[in-house]
């Protein structure tokens, strides 16, 4: 009889272990996956009893208390059932159940809400403050890109959700995830530069000298995570010098960020020359531990068509953006009611 030490190792034998690992793998994961399913339609069917039947009322304020203690009880187990988990079962039917009540989503909607973990969940519960559209954004995200406990949280401090669609990219496409979505969320349209001293006829040579002279202004309106490299970045490749714009680093997403500015329309040549750079970027600047650099065009109006026609097509990661120099004011109506600022200096203590 042969014993497991004699037995002839071959490839086939080993390719069929290999198989059974990754199908015990699966199995495993669609069983966690279903109980999870079952645990948390569990957890909406107690918090749907507790907002329709309003025990809160009629019980008082040790009601979540005395439901764990007698669940536990009666199901002769030793823990679980804790009054904060209670608790997020009432906040999670009263966040989502409105949206389906009023048929504004499909069911496959309803079903998303089953399939990610409860701890997201009250993650997701305690920061959109009863936004359940936004919640809801969240839910799908997370199955979508796979995110942990630690990426979600970080997602959910940022302002994902309210700045989807404003800004033309191939982000998701062009850069692996999950720094596809930190891209994403970094951009901005339009970028406010009220704080620019400029004329009526300025050029891109006084824009730019302008917010080079205003860096700290500029890094403010760019974002949280932007540091400044340089201006006219020079690069020589080919035996041809080019000179970047202006050159950040993003430190959350350790990548470089490539920042052309033009005061025109957008048009398809600027987005060429900017994947250029982007390329040079990469081949010339970057080291092991430096993700991919990403390109950021900042013009005067972006024309959203050209521009999803012209980002569709190239691999390098690439972001159009608007500007403005609009400061804001108030209507006119509001502003004869203001004092002065003579008016506001006599009311100050001397």
């Not at 495993?28 to 009322?57: C, P, T």
């Not at 796979?146 to 940022?158: M, S, Y």
Request: net charge neutral.
């Amino acid at each position: 009889m042969k014993t497991v030490e004699t037995i002839n190792i071959d490839k086939e034998y080993l390719d069929w272990i290999a198989e059974l690992s990754q199908r015990y793998r699966q199995s495993q994961i669609k069983a966690s996956a279903s109980v999870n399913n079952y645990m948390l339609r569990f957890y909406w069917s107690v918090g749907q009893d507790i907002s329709d039947r309003h025990y809160e009322n009629k019980y008082g304020t040790h009601f979540y208390k005395r439901v764990g203690q007698d669940l536990r009880n009666a199901l002769n187990l030793r823990k679980g059932f804790s009054e904060t988990t209670l608790k997020y079962t009432k906040y999670f039917y009263e966040l989502y159940s409105p949206l389906f009540e009023n048929r504004l989503h499909a069911a496959d909607d309803f079903e998303l809400l089953f399939s990610i973990p409860w701890s997201h969940h009250e993650y997701i519960i305690n920061k959109v403050k009863g936004n359940a559209e936004k919640g809801l954004f969240f839910v799908r995200k997370t199955l979508e890109n796979n995110w942990g406990r630690g990426v979600l949280l970080n997602f959910l401090d940022t302002d994902l959700y309210e700045n989807q669609g404003k800004s033309q990219n191939n982000f998701k496409r062009a850069l692996p995830q999950p720094q596809g979505d930190l891209a994403e969320q970094m951009l901005k349209s339009p970028y406010n530069f009220d704080f620019l001293q400029i004329g009526e006829k300025y050029t891109e040579k006084s824009m730019k000298e302008q917010l080079v002279k205003n860096i700290i202004d500029f890094l403010l309106e760019l974002g949280r995570g932007f540091s400044f490299v340089g201006r006219e970045y020079h690069l020589s490749v080919g035996g041809k010098d080019k000179y970047i714009d202006l050159l950040f680093y993003i430190i959350p997403l350790h990548c470089y960020c490539v920042v052309e500015v033009k005061i025109t329309e957008f048009d398809f040549p600027d987005i060429g020359q900017l994947a250029g750079y982007v390329a040079m970027v990469d081949d010339i600047l970057n080291t092991p531990l430096d993700n991919p650099a990403i390109g950021l065009l900042i013009c005067k109006e972006k024309n959203s068509v050209l521009a999803k026609y012209a980002h569709s097509k190239i691999n390098s990661p690439i972001g159009i953006s608007e500007y403005s120099t609009t400061k804001q004011t108030l209507p006119k109506e509001y502003q004869d009611t203001l004092p002065s600022p003579e008016e506001i200096s006599l009311k100050l203590p001397q």
